[in-house]
T-cell receptor, first 110, second 116 residues
Framework: QKEVEQNSGPLSVPEGAIASLNCTYS??????FFWYRQYSGKSPELIMS????GDKEDGRFTAQLNKASQYVSLLIRDSQPSDSATYLCAVNPGFQKLVFGTGTRLLVSP | GAVVSQHPSRVICKSGTSVKIECRSLDFQATTMFWYRQFPKKSLMLMAT?????????EQGVEKDKFLINHASLTLSTLTVTSAHPEDSSFYIC????????????FGAGSRLTVL
């Protein structure tokens, strides 16, 4: 079983819609969770971090964490074509390092 | 915010040669840096954890003699791909924790290595 799992997509949504990206992780002891956005040929950039159960909102982005279900999600409201990218879920299982999922490719059509 | 500079952004080399990639934390001190490798359409795979003043910690399956890591100062880590082969062609990305968001990784821009 992979440590961090994501659907590779592509997830296609029309402009203005809500995009929902999901991630599950295997290490129940994980405490820190991150969503990164990566454009083709570029390095990842941090969008959101979340550490406790529930929702965390930042502008058009909302991260949701459910540790009991070992599930993290990212909602993007009012999706824009510029949001088209690969979204990487990352989990900190301890020992400082991050473990990344394979990423979900999001396509937002005008 | 924390800035990580990585150089070179692109490098092409011949098989058998060695290539050095530098990673610098510009406005903070990084006692620990991380080196990732990413193949096309794949996720980031941690290669090693670089510790200032001590030996790097390599992930399982990563050859320490092939991927030499040196973290000689609090702001600089280097990755040297020795005797490069075409299968080493990849996107190498460094990252560091630091600045105000000490629990957050900041990534360098990445280095795309092509071995002919």
């Amino acid at each position: 079983q992979k440590e961090v799992e994501q659907n590779s997509g592509p997830l296609s949504v029309p402009e203005g819609a809500i995009a929902s990206l999901n991630c599950t992780y295997s290490d129940r002891g994980s405490q820190s969770f991150f969503w990164y956005r990566q454009y083709s040929g570029k390095s990842p950039e941090l969008i959101m971090s979340i550490y406790s159960n529930g929702d965390k909102e930042d502008g058009r982005f909302t991260a949701q964490l459910n540790k009991a279900s070992q599930y993290v999600s990212l909602l993007i409201r009012d999706s824009q074509p510029s949001d088209s990218a690969t979204y990487l879920c990352a989990v900190n299982p301890g020992f400082q390092k991050l473990v990344f999922g394979t990423g979900t490719r999001l396509l937002v059509s005008p | 915010g924390a800035v990580v500079s990585q150089h070179p952004s692109r490098v092409i080399c011949k098989s058998g040669t060695s290539v050095k990639i530098e990673c610098r934390s510009l406005d903070f001190q990084a006692t620990t840096m991380f080196w990732y490798r990413q193949f096309p359409k794949k996720s980031l795979m941690l290669m090693a954890t670089s510790n200032e003043g001590s030996k790097a910690t390599y992930e399982q399956g990563v050859e320490k003699d092939k991927f030499l890591i040196n973290h000689a100062s609090l702001t600089l880590s280097t990755l040297t791909v020795t005797s490069a082969h075409p299968e080493d062609s990849s996107f190498y990305i460094c990252s560091a924790r630091g600045g105000s968001g000490a629990n957050v990784l900041t990534f360098g821009a990445g280095s795309r290595l092509t071995v002919l």
